[in-house]
T-cell receptor
Framework: RKEVEQDPGPFNVPEGATVAFNCTYS??????FFWYRQDCRKEPKLLMS???SGNEDGRFTAQLNRASQYISLLIRDSKLSDSATYLC????????????FGAGTRLTVKP | NAGVTQTPKFQVLKTGQSMTLQCAQD?????MSWYRQDPGMGLRLIHY???????DQGEVPNGYNVSRSTTEDFPLRLLSAAPSQTSVYFC????????????FGSGTRLTVV
């Protein structure tokens, strides 16, 4: 079983739709959580950190459920430019070397 | 700021050849790392460094060497390339705490034939 699991998709949604991705992690001691965005043939870029209380950045909302060991990303009012692969990242420890990446969820937003 | 700079962007090697992938960052980050990304799998950590003169192995270190003589540079050496090392390689840097995530380089697409 992978340490960080994501539904690979693809998710195909129309512009303006709301879409949600979930990610589960197996290490209960994990300490910090992130969502990254990766465009085709490009490097991953940090989209947002995920905090226990949940956090929002414009159209994007991230939630963390430590008891169930999953994190989620909600995208409202999807834009064509949101088309990308979204990577769930979990830091298992206090230092950078314990980061674990999910394989990603692919999103395509269609006109 | 340039951020994290990786070279080359593309490389084709023959089995058994060696080469060095270059990575440099100008953000004064103490932490640097190398990942490989293969289809259907998450990024996997090859080697990492928490400062100049300090390196350690990640999940998939076999066939790779690293060194960190300066804060800025973290080259990755393939000792004797194998087809299984065909992948996309990313260098990343960040603060030691990991609290703010990573900055990635643009990647190197390596094919070993």
């Amino acid at each position: 079983r992978k340490e960080v699991e994501q539904d690979p998709g693809p998710f195909n949604v129309p512009e303006g739709a709301t879409v949600a991705f979930n990610c589960t992690y197996s290490n209960s001691a994990s300490q910090s959580f992130f969502w990254y965005r990766q465009d085709c043939r490009k490097e991953p870029k940090l989209l947002m950190s995920v905090y226990s209380s949940g956090n929002e950045d414009g159209r994007f909302t991230a939630q963390l459920n430590r008891a169930s060991q999953y994190i989620s990303l909600l995208i409202r009012d999807s834009k064509l430019s949101d088309s990308a692969t979204y990577l769930c990242v979990v830091n298992r420890g206090p230092n950078n070397n314990d980061m674990r990446f999910g394989a990603g969820t692919r999103l395509t937003v269609k006109p | 700021n340039a951020g994290v700079t990786q070279t080359p962007k593309f490389q084709v090697l023959k089995t058994g050849q060696s080469m060095t992938l270059q990575c440099a960052q100008d953000m004064n980050h103490e932490y640097m790392s190398w990942y490989r990304q293969d289809p259907g799998m998450g990024l996997r950590l090859i080697h990492y460094s928490v400062g100049a003169g300090i390196t350690d192995q990640g999940e998939v270190p076999n066939g790779y060497n690293v060194s960190r003589s300066t804060t800025e540079d973290f080259p990755l050496r393939l000792l004797s390339a194998a087809p299984s090392q065909t992948s996309v390689y990313f260098c990343a840097s960040g603060q030691l705490s990991g609290a703010l995530g990573y900055t990635f380089g643009s990647g190197t697409r390596l094919t070993v034939v």
